[in-house]
T-cell receptor, first 114, second 110 residues
Framework: NAGVMQNPRHLVRRRGQEARLRCSPM?????VYWYRQLPEEGLKFMVY????????ESGMPKERFSAEFPKEGPSILRIQQVVRGDSAAYFC????????????FGSGTRLTVV | SQQGEEDPQALSIQEGENATMNCSYK?????LQWYRQNSGRGLVHLIL?????REKHSGRLRVTLDTSKKSSSLLITASRAADTASYFC??????????FGKGTRLSVIA
């Protein structure tokens, strides 16, 4: 039973390009969360999704950032026209649709904008 | 917004000693959780304590929760070099995503 799979592990983009980060939740988990972490900082919540629905995007920047979790396939975090300030580690986590459980995290995608 | 605030920011101890980390939060919560993050890796869930619980144990971990003071502590007994990591508390207030603190960096020296 594989855990949360994120890819790529490392992503380098030039300023102005697009970054696509993928997350496949743990089997049986239908809730997906995206967090951003800057060096020596905690995790900042970005967006919470269920299949085909954005439940809470209060942590997402208003521009250039979008997220989806389609009926089939992984969740995608998309950053358009990246800037140097977008450089960070982006973590995806998933949880089951019932009860109260801890999140299962992926290993993250480290985005570097050059 | 950052809900949890861990204290201290960094902690260095000798192997075999106990490590205590504290977490304070601002608003009412349903649950509080502790996570560990090894350098460059994802977070690993350690323990969850509900708002109506005061203490919980899991192996060498002991967590306490004082809702009147809006604070929690994580105690790691008989620490090992492998416990070196950053430790984060996280809170939820019902059906809300977890909000994490900035973490405590623990170094256990062999």
């Amino acid at each position: 039973n594989a855990g949360v799979m994120q890819n790529p592990r490392h992503l380098v983009r030039r300023r102005g390009q697009e970054a696509r980060l993928r997350c496949s939740p743990m089997k049986g988990h239908s809730h997906v969360y995206w967090y951003r972490q800057l060096p020596e900082e905690g995790l900042k919540f970005m967006v919470y999704l269920q299949k085909e629905n954005i439940i809470d995007e209060s942590g997402m920047p208003k521009e250039r950032f979008s997220a989806e979790f389609p009926k089939e396939g992984p969740s995608i975090l998309r950053i358009q026209q990246v800037v140097r300030g977008d450089s960070a580690a982006y973590f995806c986590a998933s949880s089951p649709p019932w009860g109260v459980y801890g999140y299962t995290f992926g290993s993250g995608t480290r985005l570097t904008v050059v | 917004s950052q809900q949890g605030e861990e204290d201290p920011q960094a902690l260095s101890i000798q192997e075999g000693e106990n490590a205590t980390m504290n977490c304070s939060y601002k608003t009412s919560i349903n649950n509080l959780q502790w996570y560990r993050q090894n350098s460059g890796r994802g977070l690993v869930h350690l323990i969850l304590i509900r708002s109506n619980e005061r203490e919980k144990h899991s192996g060498r971990l002991r967590v306490t929760l004082d809702t009147s003071k809006k604070s929690s502590s994580l105690l790691i007994t008989a620490s090992r070099a492998a416990d070196t990591a950053s430790y984060f508390c996280a809170t939820d207030s019902g059906n809300t995503p977890l909000v994490f603190g900035k973490g405590t960096r623990l170094s256990v020296i062999a």
